[in-house]
C-alpha cells in the first residue's frame, strides 16, 4: 500500500495547466524531501523536480524550467506541482516520493517512499 497519494492529474489540452498534489495521512510530510517524477510509455522514469522539507532547496529537470513549479504547505501535509505550457511530451504517469535526506540529483534511487502515481495525458 502506498503510503503517497497523488492528485490532480487528467486530460488537458496543449498549452493548458494542471496541478498536482502530493500528500500522506501516515506520516509528517514535512519532516521529509519530496520529488516529482514521471514516466511516459515505453520510456524510462525521469526526475521532474524536488523540495526539501522546509522548501529553502529547490531542483528542477532542465525540461520544466519555466514550466513547473514545485511548492509545499507543511501544514496541510501536501506538496503540489503546477504545471503550465504543457506539451504532449509531458504525457505520463507522475508520481511522488519522499525521502529523509535532500539530494538534487532527481534520481528515483534516492527517495524510499512512494505513491502509485496520476496520470497526466497533453492532447488536443
Known amino acids: 500500500q502506498s503510503q503517497l497519494v497523488e492528485s490532480g492529474g487528467g486530460l488537458v489540452q496543449p498549452g493548458g495547466s494542471l496541478r498536482l498534489s502530493c500528500e500522506t495521512s501516515e506520516f509528517a510530510l514535512g519532516g521529509y524531501a519530496v520529488g516529482w517524477f514521471r514516466q511516459a510509455p515505453g520510456k524510462e522514469r525521469e526526475g521532474v523536480a524536488s523540495i526539501s522539507s522546509f522548501g529553502q532547496i529547490i531542483d528542477y529537470a532542465d525540461f520544466v524550467k519555466g514550466r513547473f513549479t514545485i511548492s509545499r504547505d507543511n501544514a496541510k501535509n501536501t506538496v503540489f506541482l503546477q504545471m503550465h505550457a504543457l506539451q504532449p511530451e509531458d504525457t505520463g504517469l507522475y508520481s511522488c516520493?519522499?525521502?529523509?535526506?535532500?539530494?538534487?540529483?532527481?534520481?528515483?534511487?534516492?527517495?524510499?517512499?512512494w505513491g502509485q502515481g496520476t496520470q497526466v495525458t497533453v492532447s488536443s
Open positions: 516520493a519522499a525521502d529523509l535526506w535532500y539530494s538534487s540529483t532527481l534520481a528515483a534511487n534516492d527517495f524510499s517512499i
